[in-house]
């Protein structure tokens, strides 16, 4: 095992220990990361990721277990070697980029080199060769206020990049950015480690940045509770379908697609409404019901066991919900068809969806546009990006790759395909 770059032997770590506030944040972590790997911990958000990673930086010590790095003891490092580990030997991306406000970009990169006592023509020269290479040097002089979300993370990119280090950690690096500069991102981690051989190590809440890892370390509260490798054939073969496996495992049951539906449908009623049309709703899909009584039980008075609709507007929702029955049955054999076959083209599947999802809306968009909608439906139907980063890519500006659409009118299209996605969930709204 001598090609293990780290390697962690039971590691505990507390916060606060033997405080009222004692956080066990590591509990018992065995795990080996091999040179020229790029991993992956994921898991939900508290689950101990970050302290992984700064345990790794050398930032936090273990409180006991071992972290060997190079088959070396880190705790028996000397301040002067954890010193010189932390600025040649780890590179970290922060998901809200930490840059330093006061400098220029150029400053900011040339900084980690600064420290090690590099000349000031050489930090020069070499920084402008890291931010062409990340196809941001015409940004050299700027400040990060004046930088995108995109081009402050590809800052700090360069910034880990600066003194090279075999080993690169990035935490969440895809967090506060859309969906086009995310992946922009995932590009060029995966060209860090397969052109420039580094051992990557990302930390990640979000499934779909997972799409080119080697090996995916689930944590869940201090532990890691599952460990997943892919033989680079899976992920060569679209991860997107993979993934649809993993976290799609079939549509949701009719109590949960009830609530999907009657939140998407009654937007803006009361939640009694709400709650009451779910429940007709749980009968109509289990067939309990037909539509012709669930017509019937929308538009009867409140007072009397009904939703209280408008006669229109009960008919209208009748429609809408018969409309996605028919979907969701569509949308199944879509999903079989994507598990049988990964690369399966979805291209007329899409344009169906596209055109029932913009159906009542009044909107000029131009070619180009419509393409960007296309394949974020796409990647949507295939789970490749989550609902907030469809949202925000509709939403962006679309000088910036996004499609420019109203934040309204994206919430909307949002709610209308989750609702046969059957993935949408009512806090997740109430946030936006
Ligand atoms: P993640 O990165 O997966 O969201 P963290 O590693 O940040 O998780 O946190 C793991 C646990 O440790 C959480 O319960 C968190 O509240 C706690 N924690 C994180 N940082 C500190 C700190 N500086 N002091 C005390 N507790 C902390
Ligand atoms: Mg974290």
Not at 95 to 124: C, H, W, Y
Not at 338 to 352: G, V, Y
Request: hydrophobic residues 40%; glycine residues 6%.
């Amino acid at each position: 095992m001598a090609s293990e770059i780290i390697k962690f032997e039971n590691v505990n770590f507390f916060y606060d220990k033997g405080k009222t506030s004692e956080t066990h944040a590591l509990k018992n972590i065995d795990l080996g990361i091999k040179k020229g790997e790029y991993v992956a911990f994921f898991g939900p958000s508290g689950c101990g990721k970050s302290t992984l990673l700064y345990t790794i930086a050398g930032i936090e010590q273990a409180t006991s277990g071992k972290i060997l790095i190079n088959n070396r003891d880190l705790a028996e490092f000397s301040q002067q070697e954890l010193a010189v580990f932390r600025q040649l030997g780890v590179g970290i991306i922060f998901q809200n980029f930490n840059l330093i406000p006061s400098i220029t970009v150029l400053e900011n990169v040339a900084l980690p080199m600064a420290f090690l006592g590099i000349s000031f023509d050489v930090r020069k020269k070499r920084t402008l060769e890291i931010l062409n290479r990340l196809g941001i040097a015409e940004l050299a002089y700027r400040y990060p206020h004046e930088l995108s979300g995109g081009q402050q993370q590809r800052v700090g990119i360069a910034r880990a990049m600066a003194n090279n280090p075999p080993i690169m950690l990035a935490d969440e690096p895809l967090g506060n950015l859309d969906s086009a500069n995310a992946n922009k991102v995932l590009d060029f981690l995966k060209e860090l480690n397969q052109k420039d051989g580094q051992t990557i190590i990302m930390v990640t809440h979000e499934a779909w940045s997972l799409r080119d890892v080697n090996r995916i370390f689930y944590m869940r509260d201090g532990a890691i509770t599952r460990i997943e490798s892919r033989g680079p054939e899976t992920v060569k073969k679209g991860a997107s379908s993979y993934y649809y496996k993993k976290l799609f495992p079939e549509l949701q049951a009719a109590e949960a697609r009830a609530k999907t539906i009657a939140h998407y449908v009654l937007r803006g009623y009361s939640d009694e409404e709400i709650k009451r049309l779910e429940y007709f709703l749980i009968q109509l899909l289990k067939k309990q019901i037909d539509a012709d009584i669930f017509r019937a039980v929308l538009d009867r008075p409140f007072k009397q066991g009904g939703v209280g609709l408008w006669k229109q507007k009960a008919e209208k929702i009748t429609r809408e919900v018969e409309e996605m029955a028919k979907r969701e049955e569509s949308l199944k054999s879509l999903f079989e068809r994507m598990n049988s076959n990964p690369n399966a083209p979805l291209k007329s599947e899409i344009e169906d969806i596209y055109i029932w999802l913009t159906k009542n809306l009044k909107f000029k968009i131009t070619a180009l546009q419509r393409i960007q909608m296309d394949e974020l439906i796409e990647e949507r139907v295939r789970n490749i990006i989550t609902t907030e980063h469809f949202v925000k890519a509709l939403n962006f500006p679309r000088a910036n790759y996004g499609v420019g659409l109203k934040i309204g009118t994206s919430l909307r299209l949002k709610d209308k395909l989750e609702s046969i996605l059957g993935t949408n969930k009512k806090e997740e709204d109430e946030k936006n």
